[in-house]
Structures are given as C-alpha cells and as structure tokens.
C-alpha cells in the first residue's frame, strides 16, 4: 500500500476514535452538568407545587368535650382549660400563643368592675413538620350569660423575639351553657355504651310550666374516645362545669399526674364519680383512687332472684295506668344477671333497698358510688322507665320527681322535684353538689331571711326584655328552703345554707360572694402604711442624740482622739437614718406594703386546701406588680370594687397570664398613693391532714397534722334533731374551745351545748382578730341602748366617751346620702365600729359565715381557726416592707350522712300516649347533637347589643378546618 495512503488512514481512524471518547456524549456525562441539570428539574417542580401556609392552627378544643359538639361549650363566670394543635409546615420557629376571651371584632371583655383587660400567654416551640398541643386556661365573662351576648376565644400566635404577628387572629364563638347545666362525662374502654344516658329524663327532663324551654338539658352527657391521655383539665380549678364522672373499664395510666391531682381535688370539692363495677374495679387496684374506693371487687358472682325481687320491690315503679304494663326488672333463669362481690370499705354505705349492690362513700364534699353489676347490662336497659328512676335517684343522688301533665289538651309535661318548691326546676344546687366556699356562701346567716345576691337580682334573660316583670324571682321561696329549713336531710346535702346562683351555677369565679365581699371590707379597713406613732420618733430620737453627742464624744475622749468625734458623725447619721427606716418599716419618699386576707377551707384526711387570697397592695408611687405562683394550677384576677364607676376617660391595662414553667400574673398597675387589689385562688398542699378521731363513748380528739399553726381554733357540731308538733327541728350545735393548736399537735375535745339560735362560739368575741363587725355593734347596742329602740342617741352615746367625742363625725358619714339626725341607726353602729378596728387584719365577718352561714347537719363537725402563718405557693413582686397578712382557716372534718334515696313518683310515659320504649333502643334522638346543631344554626340575633355581629353558620368560626388526625401528643407545659 502507498506509505502516504496508509499515513491518511490511520489519521482518520485516530480522529473518529478520539471523537468517540471525547466528544458530546462524554460532555453529556459530566457530573456537573448532571447535577445541574437535576436542581434545575426541582426548581421547576418546587414551582409546580404550592407553597404550604408556615402554621397550621386547628380550631380551638375545649376540655372536656367530645367528638360530637361542633361548637365549644362553656359557662359563663368559670375558667376553661383549652387544647391548641399547631404545627409549623415551612421551619422551626419559637412562638408565642396569645389567648383571651374578646367579641367578635376582637375586642377584650373588662374584668368586671376593674379598668383591667385579661389575656394569656405561653410560649409555643414548633419543631418543622410536627403537631404540637398546648394547653391554655381562658375566663369566660359573665356577660356571655345575657341572650346577646356571645363570648369568643380570641388567639393570636407571635414571634418570640420582637412579637411580630405571624398569623392573622383566631377567634371561635362559644355556646354559653345555662346556669344549671353541668357536664356529665363518660371515660370508658367503650364509650358509646352509654347513648342511652343521653335518652334518660334524669338527663334531659320535659318542662312546659313557668319556663321557656320544651326540656331541661341538665347534664351535657360527653363520651370522648380515650386513646393515650383522658380529655380532662389538669387544673382543677376548671372543673368546676364537670358535676359527675363515669369511669367504666378504663385504664388509669391513662390519667396524667397534674389530672389525677385535679381529680381528686375536684372530688374533695363535691365531684362525684360512678362506677361500674364487674372490670372497673380491679382496674382501679394500685391507681390514685384505690384509697377512696367505696369496696375492692371480689369474686365473680351470679345476682341472685332475692335481690333482684327487692330491687323491684323498691325501685320498680308502678304499672302503666292505661296499658297495664309492669315495669320489673325481669331476669331469664337461664341467663342471669352477673356482678361482682363488693367487699365493703369501713368507711362506705350500702344504699338503701339496693341489696348491697350499690355502695357509696363520702370523699370531702364530693361522693364515689359503685355498682356490682355492669350499668349497661341489657336487663337494666329493658327496665326502662324504672332504670331511669333508679339512676336519678341512687346513682346521681337527685331528690325523687313526678311528672305532670296540663289542662291545654296538649301533651305537654312539666317535671317537679316533688318534695321541694316547683321554681327549684333551675336550681344549679340540685344538679351539681360542688361547693367552694368563697365563691357560693352568700351573705345571710343560716335561719335568717335572705336578701337576693349580688349579681342574682334578675334573671338575665329578663334583663334585656322589654317587660323586666315577666319573669318572677324564684330566689325568695328558694332561699327560705335553702337556708331556714331542714325538714329534709336531703335538702341539706343540696343546699347546706348556700344561695341559689341560677346565672352562673355554682363554683364560678365571684367577686361578690358573702367571703369576698367580707375580705374587701376587712382590706379596705387594714390597707395601707402603718406611719409610726409620736411616741417611737421621739424615743428615736432621744437615743440618736444621745449616741451622736455624749457617747461619740465620750469614747473618743477616753482613747486621746477626741479630733474623730468629727469624723464619726456623718457616719453615725447614715447608720442613724438605716436603722430609723428598719425599725419603722417604712422607706423616706418611697413606700410598699401588702395586706392579705387568706381562706384555705379544708376537708378532713385530705392533705391539700382551696387557699383563696385576697391582697391589698399600698404604694406611695406608681408601681407595677407581679403575682408569682409555683405551679401552673393557680388563677387570678384584679378584685373589683362594689363602688366601680366606669370611667372613660381612665387608662385600660393588660394583665397578662404568662404560663412557662410557673404561672406569672404581671402588668397589676397601682398608681401613686393608692390600693390596688387582687383576687388569687389555688390548690394548695399543707405538709399533712387536719382529722378527727374517736367517739362519743371514748372521747374526740383533734389532730393537726399539717405545718401551720392554728389559734382561736373552735369546733362545732351538729346535734341530734327532734321532733316538735310533728316536725323536724334541728337539735342543738354542740361546741368544743381548742384556743392555740401548733403545728404537729393534737388536743382532746369537750363537746357542750351552745345556746338555741347560735353557732358562735364566745371565745371568738373576745379577740380583735375574730371578732365580726356585726357582733361588735351588737354588743355596744345591748349596752348603751337603755329604751331598747335599736337605735343610740346622742345622751346614750354618753356612755361610751369616745363614741360620743365623734358622734357628730358619725353621724354625718355612717349613711350616705342621709342627713344628720342625731340617732344611730345599725349602719352608723357598724360603721363606728369599722373605724375603732382601721388598720388590723379582721376576719370577723368569714368566722361568722363559716360558723353560722353554714348549716351544720346532725354528725356533721367543722374547726374555724386562723393563723398567721403564710402559706406558701405564692410570690408579690416587688416585695414589700410591710407585710400584713391573716388566714381563716375552715375544715370540714366531718360530713353528715345522706338519707335514703327515694323513687321517683312516676314516669313521662304515665302521661303520654307515646310507646315507652326501653333504653337499648336506637331510634330516639340525641339532646345533646340537638342543642349543638342549634348552637350553630344562625338563629341568634344579628347583634350583640353593641353593634357586634352574632356568629352564623357563615364564618361562624375564624379557624379553617383541617382533615389531618389530631396529634397524639400530650399537651405541653412548657
């Protein structure tokens, strides 16, 4: 081959090998470009999809609630604890979760009476991707109780840092529940088992006399499903809407620690649980409520026909009057009924015709009823109208009704309480059995009449109609049940000498209780700086000139230096002026001081107290405090005046709840020269139990096993009634005189009669500190009214040389608005004797409510003390120079036993030509799915009274709905 031929070959084969190595393809491949290529085609994609919201916020949950209610319940004048799921889409952010309760237009409501607003905060740390919950505590208004007023829970959720909005704010218009409507909870392993409690007239009862409404919703029946933690507050103090609990095959891990604490405060303070029996029981062996059970289960046992007989024989009601048909408890011989043995706890009771079936147990002011056999068993559904009398009456613990028909022609019904007055229908008393005493003792005494309470003098649905007289006042016939008469054992397990509270039920926030309004008066009597007395600033002063001429001089003469005597004034002076200001408490041009009036009220055997404080705070400059609790349990607000006038053109402030670790209360602003007051309450422990041992046969003893001690401590106790021309009349309070009982100690009682009419006992009247205003004038009337007109001249008054040296000043100024007379009537009287006490801590008034306004029921045994001790738990910052502080103490170291429970008199079916149907039938409707629908139907007027826009179905709620699964994480507290 031609040499240059070849040369041109092998060229071109060396070109086209080179381009297959090298060229495009290889260029294609450079993993550079690959991955170029590839964030391209994300970017690309990322703009395809839309971008998620940064947070997503589920609408608000209230607790306890369920899966059924679409709109969150809740009582005006209580506080609610509340459930937020939030979750950031986009990155992690530190937040902070704003909440209150405002109007429609976000608008917060006043603290009643004040010039303050209240919101709460918390921080909220969201992780990127994960649902959190957070749990928060809101105080819904009393104004949600008025037709035209609807509450909303407003949230807002911030940036921690600089506090940037970062969505827009949140509100969800409540449904405000009734003052006497009350939840009833269901917490068992199969929860719509108990549909039919929703069915029961014990639940939802007809009326159509004197009222407006076709039933009487008063149980709220919820039946959460319970996965990793049971829907309930960790704060007792929002329980206060929950009047019974129903455990049935729960298990108890999963209660969390602060809720087994609520619980068994709620529990102290009247909550009552049901038990179902058979599998319940030994699930509660081991738990928190082991030591409060009524019985342990024994074993499985078949419920014999002699028992169902009696069950019959007192609980079956009587026959149908037209149709004939028996209402027994029928059991098949072949298919028993199955229970467990109940082995009795000392403590409990069997109740009455029941045999030995049903045992109850007093806890405090509360109640745990058990039951040996399953309260769902198909017999006792299919005993129908019997079952619902049966569970009125021993489970629920309710007086006996009868149920009346009219004399339209129509089937209308009307349900009476048959031994009590028909304008208790609405009474929270008898539907809810929890009692605190600051916030429901009235301002009456035991058997005298009562004047209506603050805030119960209309019912506020008349408030707003046009015609205030269509609504009569049931409280007059009300009261004098409640209060004078104890025909009925019963009636005092209801009412025990507390007023009806129809708005708001019973345990709501109060700031015109009879204690409350009895702390305000005792504050404004004490408040303020003790400025020291001529006396001290002259001895002061002697001994400074003293130390600063002759002993200055005279111990630098003796050492030959007599030139420092110069030197040590000025420092003699500055020590001088130090100890001056220690002595007197009291700071040159700058001045704090606090004073307390403390309730901790108390049940015997149970280590923990409802400590309800009262503060006053003094200072000579404008200062804001801050109120520090150590837990998360407390709440509190700024404590109204009864005088409050609104004022236009005064500055507004924000009380923010900050809840992170502890519970802060800050933004309180007293300016210059004034009081401020705050109105705190908490769950307090007391380092041990307050309990009463023995007999009448061996003798009582007191023991104080807590670390305060107590002084001027008293115990009464109720006596055995008698009977009088065929009625029942109390017997005597028996008392027993402690004086001084320390810390750790125990002291044996001597009980003996007190004079007719009287629970006081005398010892009380002889110290400043329990002496009440109302005793002290009577005194001074018994003794200087010598004509016995209940009035003191000016010629009497001569008897007493310092009330006649001011009487003209009293008499001007004892009654407002009321010239001079020259007489004093019981105003001025009490008037005088405020201004002899000004400036020490009186709790007069609370020892004469705790003693008297209280009835005291045959068995029943009651200590009234105080101390001076303080107890912990709280923190006023900044702190103060002087402290004034006192604390009543009221345990309830004995109930009295419960009567029997009684049937009811008949049944809605009597009356009606409707089939009775029994209770595991499917076909009757929901109440409560019912009045939910209602709630947001947009039926309500379109404003609230203020021009506020009343939610509808449109946009009734400014959360958006979101389909994701709620997190199964706990709430958090941090």
Known sequence: MN????????????????TSLTGCTGCNQDPLVKRKKELDDIDKKKKKEKRKEDFDLKPVKTVPADEVAVRPFAKPGHWLTTIHEIKANNFNFPAQLYTGATDSRGQPYHVESTHYVLQGSRPAKLAKGQGRLFETTYFVPREGAMPSKVIWLNRELRAARGGRLVTPPDRSPITAMPGYQYYFVVLSSAPSRY?????????????SKEFEDETLLYYRVLQPQVDRFVPLPSNALTWTCISYLLLD????????????????????WGGQVIISGPNSLDKLKGSFLEDYLPAQSGDTIEIDPAAIEELNEHWSLPSHPRSGRTRRLEVLPQTPMIGVTLHQHPDAVPLANTANLVLERRIGQGRIVVSSFSLTDRYFMQWGASYDSFFNACLLRRPRREFIGNNTGLELLNTVWKDFPGVLAKDPRLVTTQRYFTRDIGHALARNSVAVEPGEEKNLHALEASDTTAVSDPRTADNSVAMRSSNSAEGNWHFDGYPSR???????????SGASDAARQSLEDAAGISIPQSGFVLRVLALYLLILAPVNWGLFRMIGRVEWAWMAAPVIAIVGAFVVVRTAQLDIGFARSVTEVVVAEVHGDYPRAHVTRYSAMYTSLSTGYDFVFDDNSAVAQPFGSVDFRPDTGES???????????????????ISNSIGYMHCEQHADLGGVFSLTGNDTQGFQINNGSK??????GILRGGQPRRVAGARVDGPVQAAWVGDLKAGSFAPLTFVDLPSGTNQLPQWDDALATLSYNRQAKALLERLDANHDKVIDRREAAGDPELSDKFNLV???????????GRLVDAEIKHWCRKTRAGEVSIGQLVELASQGLTLDEGEVRLIAYSDDEIPGMTIRPSAAQVMRRTLFVVHLRRAPMSPAVRDVNCKADLTDEKERKLDEKDLEDPNQDDAAQGNAGTEQDTDGKGDKKPTDDGANDSKPSDSKPSDSKPSDN
Not at 502 to 512: E, F, I, T, V
Not at 814 to 819: E, I, L, R
């Open 3 to 18: 040499p240059r031929l070849r040369w041109t070959v092998w060229i071109c084969l060396a070109i086209v090998l080179a």
């Open 195 to 207: 549909g039919f409690l929703q069915r029961l007239t014990a639940m939802n009862t007809p009326t």
């Open 249 to 268: 095959d729960l298990d108890q891990s999963r209660f969390t620690p602060p809720q087994e604490r609520a619980l068994l405060d709620w529990l102290h």
């Open 502 to 512: 129809l708005n708001y039920g019973l345990g709501a926030w109060n700031d015109r």
């Open 652 to 670: 507004v402030h924000t009380v923010t709840m900050h809840r992170e670790g502890n519970l802060r209360f800050g933004g309180i602003q007293v």
């Open 708 to 713: 305060f001690s107590l002084k001027g401590a």
């Open 811 to 821: 008499d001007i100024d004892g009654v407002p608005d009321q010239p001079p007379d």
